[in-house]
């Protein structure tokens, strides 16, 4: 690769954004999101910063446009030297007997489903150098969490698997913690919280990468 390519599922808002935006001009960040205002904004932020980003107004859940998306950067640059998968649906807090079967089914899309179809195609990209980035986020079991926790939990079960299966050959999987973050999906689930007591999501983008040591 000419230059060092990072794909950020995610990147139109929150830790996504944060993450996209400090990676550069480190990194040609190919950004990933649905909302497109979200990445323009993004890309304006980058290009300040003397980067420069690809971005790729994509739904995850489609997987004919991931293929096509992996296919393109495989064309383009040879593979990519980091992967980090921030995409989420956070559905509503509700009680487990008050589930919304299409908030169930789109939290299983997203949360789960696509990454099992995104870890085929981003491995070859990374080969055995490359490395890849998850974000856990522990509501399991918890009440009101539901579709959120039981979803995000297994995405992140799978994550350790490819993990396990990946430490002696490559590539390298981190799965990490952020501490709880002023964003929208937080305010979503808790929207009285006080907001100062929360990290910035920036904040969170440069601890993570400083402490996985990608910056």
Sequence with gaps: MSEQIALVTGASRGL?????????????????????????????????RGGAATLAPMDITKTDAMAQLCRSIWDRWGGAALWLHTAVHAAPLTPASHLDAKDLEKSIATNLTATGVLIPFVAP?????????????????????????????????????????????????????????NTTTRMRFHPGEDKDALASPYAEAARLLSELGIL
């Design 125 to 181: 990209l990374l080969g055995e150098a490359g490395r890849a980035v998850f974000f856990a986020d522990d509501h399991a079991g918890e009440k009101f969490y539901g579709s959120y926790g039981t979803t995000k939990g297994a995405q992140i079960a799978l994550a350790r698997s490819w993990q396990a299966e990946s430490a002696k050959i490559g590539p390298k999987v981190d799965i990490v913690q952020p501490l709880p973050m």
């Design 16 to 48: 996504g954004f944060a993450l996209a935006e400090a990676l550069a001009p480190a990194y040609h960040v190919v950004a990933v999101g649905r909302t497109i205002g979200g990445l323009e904004d993004l890309d304006d932020r980058i290009k300040a």
